[in-house]
């Protein structure tokens, strides 16, 4: 709370694709999804930082209530960007080993996560849950075919479960868009 011109500040973050679409576009840098690119593929986990200025009360005094009352769509509203928050959360040295035992005992592997998508693929390449020469893919779920937009990761290896569909249902090609990060020439079994 800033006495002197009846404000409070507030600081957000969260992801950068969620930040980024809340903030100002005039505070994003030209470089944002570049930047970001760079960090992520390299396997940091990256945050976004942004702030706000909000004037409260009618009367120009705000109250802890008046905080309290906002709506969350009018503290986020045009943010302005601050900066990334990189982080590097390294694999336990065992990880790799512990993968490779999992998977010679016919464990099937997998990797659930919050992380965007270019680290998991770079921490799944770390651990080797994403096999060298792998080519990776990325599915969007098209939003007019799912309530709600998600991600998926498959590889090479795993791609042909992916894309098996009923006829009574859209098909795989319909529901997702599928994209290789390290080669967008690359098509995951075009039409």
């Known amino acids: 709370y800033n006495d002197f011109n009846k404000s409070v500040e507030i600081y957000s973050k969260g992801s950068p694709e969620i930040i980024s679409g809340l903030c100002d576009p005039s505070s994003l840098p030209s470089d944002f999804e570049q930047v970001l690119s760079e960090y992520t ?3 940091y986990r990256v945050l976004a930082l942004a702030t706000n200025t909000l004037a409260l009360g009618t009367n120009g005094h705000a109250t802890v209530h008046d905080c309290l009352a906002m709506s969350r769509d009018h503290v986020e509203d045009s943010l302005n960007f601050v900066g990334f928050l990189i982080m590097d959360n390294p694999l336990k040295p ?7 035992m999992l998977s010679d005992a016919g464990i099937r592997n997998v990797m659930i996560t919050g992380d965007n998508l270019l680290t998991a693929v770079c921490v799944g390449k770390l651990c080797n849950i994403v096999g060298k020469g792998e080519v990776v893919f990325l599915g969007d779920l098209n939003e007019h075919h799912v309530p ?3 991600s998926l990761i498959a590889t090479s290896k795993s791609s042909s479960n992916l894309l098996s569909s009923s006829s009574s249902s859209p098909s795989a090609y319909d529901v997702i868009t599928w994209s290789c990060p390290a080669n967008p020439s690359l098509k995951l079994n075009p039409r």
């Open 41 to 43: 593929a390299n396997g």
């Open 148 to 150: 709600a937009s998600a």
């Open 94 to 100: 065992d990880t790799p080993n512990v993968i490779k």
